[in-house]
């Protein structure tokens, strides 16, 4: 297991050297800032829907490792999702790493996130690794819904 662990710490390492999705949109769909001021983390999200569909998503931002890890990672899992499976990933995430037991519906495929499953053992890392899934929702949360002439 101790093995595992550290090869979890390297990817988080690597993840935070060499993000993924890093940098603006140009003209996203929304958009939305995160701050943790516990750690110092800062993150902004921007993404592109289609309908309901998230075909691009991007970040900026400094803080800790697990932040930006957590960062480059959750714009990995989210591209080419719909807003219903991005809530039901972020709560099994969520569960995750607060060591809750979550029943989410439908098939969640939590392997990619894993990366950062050691979180639950440090509650006061929880912040940083939801940091930019919370920037995410509250940039869904202030889309505006396209105007429709129908
Ligand atoms: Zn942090």
Same mark, same amino acid.
């Given at each position: ?47 592109? %829907?289609? &309908?309901?569909?998230?075909?691009? #998503? /991007? ?5 800790? @490792? ?44 939590l392997?990619?996130l894993s990366? %950062?499953a &050691?979180?639950?053992?440090?509650? #006061? /890392? ?5 940091? @930019? ?18």
């Amino acid at each position: 297991m101790s093995d595992l662990t550290e090869l979890y710490q390297e990817l988080i390492l690597e993840n935070s050297k060499h993000p993924q999705n890093f940098g603006a949109i140009d003209n996203p769909t929304c958009s939305a800032s995160g701050h943790n001021p516990l750690c110092g983390d800062k993150v902004t999200v921007y993404l592109t %829907l289609d &309908g309901d569909t998230v075909t691009d #998503i /991007r970040f900026e931002g400094s803080g800790c @490792a697990i932040s930006v890890a957590s960062a480059s990672l959750m714009t990995e899992c989210l591209k080419g999702k719909t807003r219903q499976e991005l809530q039901t990933l972020f709560s099994a995430f969520h569960g995750m790493v607060t060591g809750e037991d979550i029943e989410v519906e439908g098939n969640v495929d939590l392997e990619t996130l894993s990366i %950062l499953a &050691g979180v639950k053992n440090f509650p #006061i /890392r929880v912040k940083c690794a939801t940091l @930019a899934w919370h920037a995410v929702q509250s940039a869904l949360e202030n889309k505006e819904t396209p105007v429709s002439t129908e």
